[in-house]
């Protein structure tokens, strides 16, 4: 049987099998190791990640040489985690990883966490003891349903063969449907060994679970009315957009109401920078304009966003003369941080399809307000406030200008990839991003080393869906990157030629930032020592570790830059290296800074755009006098540019 979650029951597992339990003899007769092999295959599952352990051994002995899907064998299961989050971003499709039980399982839970936090669908199964040791505190026995349940979007405990090729069904569909999510699927020794009879498709048993994608009631046309009002609109457009596939929507909805867009991280590229109606990420490392519109904004249309603080700022001051629509597929987002004026619970394709033809609507009848005094505020904050950098003083390269030469020798296809810290505001504001679905970094949970399994995923996804055609960057910091850089031996035995850029500081770099800016310049425990300044004929520098050196032991190419000169060349070789991955150690400046920023806890009028300059502190700029008359589309295109 599938045991309740924690909160539904606080007995976990009975002391006797039930007797009125129905014998199940139809099918084909296998072992319940077997039927979890073969219910992955049925649902069409193609790449799997993991690593084997003594609990789970039952079911990587399954794993017979015509398994039909492809087994990744990581180096650490967290690595794990992050890849099947990276493959599932990139394809759209359900991440999938199989570890022991104990450690094995307690290593999952930070991906575990950080994919739901970003919405994204994963299938993590786990090993456990059999069930007659379950609450003995048995050898590498650790209730990972019980660890997990807060972290995910639901956890199954499976003491039953015939149990599981239903609940791999439900969890699947759990993980993908609604707002997605990962979902822990706990498989005892006991069910593993045990006999069953495999039948499929399964009947799956969910009551009450119904994920509502079309919206209901008079809500869209109030939602099309209030724009309709609006002068100042600004579309707010986060992960759940993306998630939702809704590049096309936001768009269309973009061009029919003349406002403009702002992304949150996971956000980035569901509309092309190169569109004048995109103004870039907001919030606190966000440009100017982005987070000047939503300030000064009386229209917020929140689309699959969830208001998080790095957004917001001090949450009272956020958007302060704003009305909210808010749509989002989960509920419980809605109203939880800004009380919406329109909520809106649907799925953002669905909902943007249903809504565009009513604003079209109200549009023929009321006409389009005149937005030019809008634009021609906006257009003012992004000519004099663009993204800038300061020169290094040390002679090192500076980060952000590695950046953007990784940006403009790129494939226009590439999917970027990033770590947490300095390197991955640096890469938000300065690649330029074309397509949706070609951005994975980890938000919400900020998880530093997730940079390289995740960009092993996107590698293999894109080997997957597009026939390698998207090739894969991967920018990281030399902090981020040590915590799995052991993920080097699975891309190169797994042919993933992924492009790695180290951003090489030798400091933990936004940390060191906040001390800096925050503490004084106490630099308490950053110094990395993995990137000191170029020898000298009197001087050796010891790198610990030499990131060259490394990369070749694992049978990387390893290249160093210091200088322009050699970092363009750098860059040149890992494009054109497509038969292993490529690491460049790029060694920059260790007091560049990530410009702009919203000190945390401040409102976003503090915003810094530099040292000294505050451009909304005492700015009144949004418009005093609009024009209230009809505009039509080519009039509100005119005013964008």
């Known amino acids: 049987m599938v045991l309740p979650t924690p909160l539904q029951a606080f007995s976990g597992v009975p002391r006797t099998r039930e007797t009125s339990e129905t014998t199940i003899t139809d099918g084909e007769k296998m072992t319940g190791a077997q039927a979890l092999v073969r219910s992955l295959q049925d649902l069409g599952v193609e790449d799997v990640f993991g690593i084997p352990g003594g609990q789970i051994l039952p079911t990587y002995d399954a794993i017979q040489d015509d398994v039909k899907f492809r087994f990744i064998l990581t180096r650490h299961e967290q690595a794990a985690g992050h890849a ?11 991440g999938v990883c199989i570890v022991t039980s104990g450690p094995g399982a307690t290593n999952m839970v930070t991906p575990i966490a950080d994919a739901m936090m970003d919405s994204v669908p994963l299938v993590v199964i786990t090993g456990q003891v059999g069930v007659g040791a379950i609450g003995t505190d048995a050898f590498q026995e650790a209730d990972i349903v019980g660890i997990t349940y807060p972290v995910a979007k639901h956890s199954f405990l499976v003491t039953r063969a015939q149990d599981v090729p239903r609940v791999l069904s439900e969890a699947y569909y759990i993980a993908q449907s609604g707002r997605p999510g990962p979902v822990v699927v706990d498989l005892t020794k006991t069910a593993q060994v045990e006999d069953m009879f495999y039948s499929w498709p399964q009947r799956m048993i969910l009551p009450g679970y119904n994920p509502t994608t079309k919206a209901h009631g008079h809500v869209l046309s109030d939602a099309a009315h209030m724009f309709a009002q609006s002068y100042r609109p600004v579309l707010y457009v986060g992960g759940g957009a993306m998630r939702s596939h809704a590049s096309k929507q936001v768009k269309q909805l973009a061009d029919v109401t003349g406002a403009p867009i702002v992304t949150t991280l996971q956000s980035r590229g569901i509309v092309p920078d190169s569109d004048p109606s995109t103004l870039g990420m907001l919030g606190m490392h966000g440009t100017v304009a982005a987070t000047a519109a939503v300030q000064r904004s009386d229209l917020l249309v929140a689309i699959g966003a969830r208001f998080d603080d790095r957004v917001t700022g001090k949450l009272d001051d956020f958007a302060p003369s704003a009305r909210v629509i808010h749509i989002d597929i989960d509920p419980a987002e809605i109203g939880k941080n800004r009380q919406a004026d329109v909520p809106i619970v649907g799925d953002v394709s669905e909902v943007l399809d249903d809504l565009i033809p009513e604003i079209e609507r109200v549009q023929a009848i009321q006409g389009k307000p005149r937005l030019k005094a809008w634009w021609q505020v906006i257009n003012d904050w992004r000519k004099d406030y663009p993204v800038e950098y300061e020169e290094p003083s040390d002679g090192s390269l500076a980060p952000q200008w590695v ?39 980890s938000g919400g949970l900020g998880t530093m080393g997730y940079g390289l399994p995740a960009a092993i995923g996107a590698s293999i996804g894109s080997a997957r869906e597009f026939d390698g055609d998207k090739p894969v960057w991967l920018i990281d910091g030399d902090g981020s990157f040590q915590m799995t850089s052991e993920e080097l031996a699975t891309a190169f035995l797994d042919h993933t030629p992924i492009k790695i850029a180290i951003l090489n500081n030798s400091v933990y770099g936004m940390v060191r930032q906040w001390q800096t800016l925050f503490y004084g310049k106490h630099y308490s425990a950053t110094n990395l020592k993995d990137g000191e300044q170029k020898a000298t004929p009197d001087k050796d520098i010891v790198d610990v570790p030499d990131f060259v050196k490394l990369a070749e032991a694992y049978g990387c190419l390893g290249i160093r830059a210091f200088t322009k000169e050699e970092a363009e060349a750098a860059i040149d070789v890992a494009n054109a290296t497509n038969d292993r991955p490529v690491l460049i150690d790029f060694r920059v400046w260790k007091d560049a800074m990530v410009w702009p920023m919203v000190p945390a806890g401040t409102s976003n009028d503090s915003v810094i755009y530099k040292p000294g300059v505050e451009p909304l502190r005492d700015a009144t700029t949004a418009p005093s006098r609009v024009d209230t008359a009809g505009a039509d589309a080519a009039d509100v295109n005119d005013e964008k540019n």
């Open 403 to 441: 950046v953007q030469r990784l940006s403009a020798k790129a494939d226009p296809s590439t999917i970027w990839v990033a770590g947490v810290g300095q390197h991955q505001m640096w890469a938000s504001q300065l690649v330029d991003f074309e397509n949706p679905q070609s951005w994975i970094s």
């Open 84 to 94: 099947a989050e990276g493959y599932a971003i990139s394809t759209g499709r359900v």
